[in-house]
């Protein structure tokens, strides 16, 4: 079946504008998480999505970050007023949680911040 | 909390040769344990996971894994290194609410 699909795939912005990444998690998949990767630095956790619970936000780097997830699918991440430092690769992950512990990840959205 | 560490930021290995990405962690429980691939312009791929069952953990492309608990080690190894196995490798560590925590990363260089 179709694994975890993200868009764009790179996407070049001005410093100071907003951006919106998106992630279509498997299906079936109650769990999903957004983690970004900067240049030279390894994964960071940003955001965690479980059912229809309060989002775990406890790695968002500031208020300028934010992400939804409607209807338990799809999920948005948006970054406002973006800055020369959120230039990373941003990347989804889905999992089964209660059967799977495993995570799926998407192929990254390449975000530069001119 | 828990965290990663990857000791070696760059390893250079002849195609034949044997590979060693080595990983250290720190958990405050029994912890779940996973090694990622990335290839270049290509998403993460997991390699292989312990999950508290067999030490010995045997992955994909013929990459293994052993959970040393004594040493907070979980190195990963494969007996003859491949050109396509030349890509970034990350040891991840699963915590609360299900997060993973990444290590910086390796990057696997195979020589001719």
């Known amino acids: 079946g179709a694994g975890v699909s993200q868009s764009p795939s790179n996407k070049v912005t001005e410093k100071g504008k907003d951006v919106e990444l998106r992630c279509d998690p498997i299906?079936?998949?109650?769990?999903l998480y957004w983690y970004r990767q900067s240049l030279g630095q390894g994964l960071e956790f940003l955001i965690y999505?479980?059912?229809?619970?309060?989002?775990?936000k406890s790695g968002l780097p500031s208020d300028r970050f934010s992400a939804e997830r409607t209807g338990g699918s799809v999920s948005t991440l948006t970054i406002q007023r973006t800055q020369q430092e959120d230039s990373a690769v941003y990347l989804c992950a889905s999992s089964l949680v209660h059967r799977d512990e495993t995570q799926y990840f998407g192929p990254g959205t390449r975000l530069l911040v001119l | 909390a828990q965290s990663v560490t990857q000791l070696d930021s760059h390893v250079s290995v002849s195609e034949g040769t044997p590979v060693l990405l080595r990983c250290n962690y720190s958990?405050?429980?029994?912890?779940?344990l996973f090694w990622y691939v990335q290839h270049p312009n290509k998403g993460l791929q997991l390699l292989l996971k312990?999950?508290?069952?067999?030490?010995l953990v045997k992955g994909i492309n013929g990459f293994e894994a052993e959970f040393k608990k004594s040493e907070t080690s979980f190195h990963l190894t494969k007996p003859s290194a491949h050109m396509s196995d030349a890509a970034e490798y990350f040891c991840v560590v699963e915590g609360s609410a299900r997060q993973l925590t990444f290590g910086s990363g390796t990057q696997l260089t195979v020589l001719p």
């Open positions: 958990s405050s429980y029994s912890p779940s």
């Open positions: 999505f479980q059912g229809n619970s309060a989002p775990d």
């Open positions: 312990y999950t508290s069952a067999a030490t």
């Open positions: 299906s079936g998949h109650t769990a």
